[in-house]
């Protein structure tokens, strides 16, 4: 191997010294995204792009088996429109951009570009429901969104990003919180199943909700560095967009009624997640099921009568299962190959020889383990399908051991502080319910309430800041 070859992971901080800067080398060393001339806006490269269509494409399938109608909506919203529910636009106005002329002149009224579309789907509501034959009504948008934020980082956090946000309206309470639910156990099943990223479900705190919902529940990742990652949101939002948007309908017996409603949740920030609940020192380590590419080819030698022939044959039948690529290049070693896909987490690498190719057998690499086993070439693709599934279950089960590790228990402040600086991840405390004591862990250990886990445990009687009775077990971590 080359000293090129050897210094090839150099370019990528520590991950265990610097974790941001670890993330943002992993970004754009491994060729997922760059940074544009838009200040807080990224162009998402194909690589990244085609892990964001895997998720698309497996999460709307999910979507559709459930009843959803795919739908758009323009971009613009008239001001008129976004006024219409008040806690929805004072919770939104500080990352708002407003369109204020068109062409050359200045509008009659201000246009938003859209930073969520609860307000532009009401509205359409209002018109597309009559009667209770109407409903439900149960669509959802692949779009982008616009959110002026302050401070940005490639996919979690940036002024554009991509999203899907489904808007459902309902004849009554029951079945609308019943779609609330049943849409983040689909998160938690999208995420669980193909990012190999295992969730803690729960309701948000009243502080911690959306603008102008009733109720916001979560699906929470937790992060290499122990940090909280808010991976997908659903929310029930009772009358509360239908009254002021004059949702109504004809019910059962002949009278009318406001609908109810709901509104739900993922994004490209789920790419995020994938970075940093897997990634290694050596870049990036996909899931198999999310990786765009599953398997790659290198031959050795390939300059040598017969190789790259042969490499191309096993290429072959391997793209007829999985998601398959071939390396040709001819002007790079290939210990830079394989330094090369093991940085953009490609799941497996086989490497293909003369020797090989004499004795029937290559040579498969897993990422997940780096791993090296020689596999007959006659039970390469029966092979290669069996250690996917492997990688796919390790990878989720490393996820969850850890989140289990850096789960702890507080019964007061000190052992809350003492928990979180010295273990940084979920802490698990009782509460009392009160905002105050809320901003008061927050103030102290920069940790924000995750969520209410639907699955309570019993850990005392009082509240870990104030000391007062509680019956609520909550959540903490400090988040991205």
């Known amino acids: 191997m080359s000293n090129k070859d050897n210094n090839f992971v150099k370019d990528i901080t520590n991950i265990e010294e610097d974790f941001a800067q670890w993330y943002t080398d992993i970004v754009l060393k491994a060729d997922l995204a760059d940074y544009t001339d838009t200040k807080g806006c990224i162009a998402i490269k194909p690589y990244g792009y085609e892990i964001w269509e895997n998720i698309q494409k497996y999460a709307d399938a999910k979507f559709k088996k459930i009843g959803v109608k795919n739908i758009y ?19 939104f106005a500080p990352e708002v951009a407003w369109v204020t002329i068109g062409g050359q002149e200045e509008l009659e009224e201000k246009l938003c570009i859209r930073p969520t579309s609860e307000t532009m789907f009401s509205t359409m509501f ?15 948008q692949w779009c982008n969104v616009l959110r002026w934020e302050k401070e940005t980082r490639p996919f979690l956090r940036s002024r554009e990003f991509l999203w899907q946000e489904g808007h459902t309206v309902h004849e009554t309470e029951k079945e609308a919180q019943e779609l609330t639910l049943k849409m983040l156990d689909t ?25 102008g919902a009733v109720a916001t529940y979560t699906v929470e ?4 560095d122990g940090r909280a990652l808010q991976a997908g949101t659903s929310h029930y ?24 409603q709901t509104s739900w949740g993922i994004s490209t920030r789920l790419i995020g997640a994938v970075i940093m609940a897997h990634g290694d020192n050596r870049g990036l380590k996909l899931p198999p099921k999310v990786a765009p590419i599953q398997v790659v080819v290198v031959p050795i030698a390939q300059h040598k009568e017969g190789v790259e022939e042969k490499a191309t044959e096993i290429y072959n039948k391997l793209n007829e299962k999985y998601r398959a690529h071939i390396d040709l290049r001819d002007n790079c070693s290939p210990g830079y190959k394989f330094n090369d896909w093991e940085m953009r987490g490609i799941p497996i690498r086989i490497e293909i020889g003369p020797r090989d190719i004499e004795n029937g057998v290559a040579m498969l690499v897993r990422r997940d383990t780096l791993e090296k086993q020689e596999v007959k070439l006659d039970e390469l693709e029966e092979t290669v399908g069996k250690i996917l599934d492997e990688i796919q279950t390790n990878m989720f089960n490393i ?7 850096k789960t702890t228990t507080a019964t007061n402040l000190d052992e809350f502080v003492k928990n979180i600086n010295e273990n940084q991840g979920y802490v698990k405390t009782m509460w009392c319910g009160n905002d105050e ?44």
């Not at 209002?126 to 009667?131: A, L, P």
Request: glycine share 6%; with cysteine.
């Open 237 to 260: 939002f009772g009358q509360n967009f239908t009254k002021p948007f004059d949702i109504k309908f004809q019910n059962r017996e002949g009278k009318e009624e406001y609908a109810y």
């Open 126 to 140: 209002s018109k597309w429901v009559n009667s209770w034959r109407d409903l439900p009504i149960i669509t959802n």
């Open 399 to 405: 996820c969850k051991e850890r989140l289990e590790k």
């Open 73 to 91: 909506l323009p971009v613009l919203i008239p001001e008129s429109l976004l006024n219409k529910e008040k806690d929805h636009i004072e919770g």
């Open 221 to 224: 990742t937790l992060m290499h």
């Open 437 to 480: 004591c809320e901003d008061k862990i927050k103030e102290l250990t920069g940790a924000h309430s995750r969520c209410i886990p639907f699955n309570q445990e019993h850990l005392g009687d009082t509240c870990v800041c104030c000391g007062k009775k509680a019956e609520t077990m909550v959540v903490w971590g400090r988040q991205y």
């Open 187 to 211: 998160y938690k099943e999208v995420i669980e199943e193909l990012l190999a990223i295992p969730v803690l479900q729960g309701r948000k705190t009243p502080k911690e909700q959306f603008s």
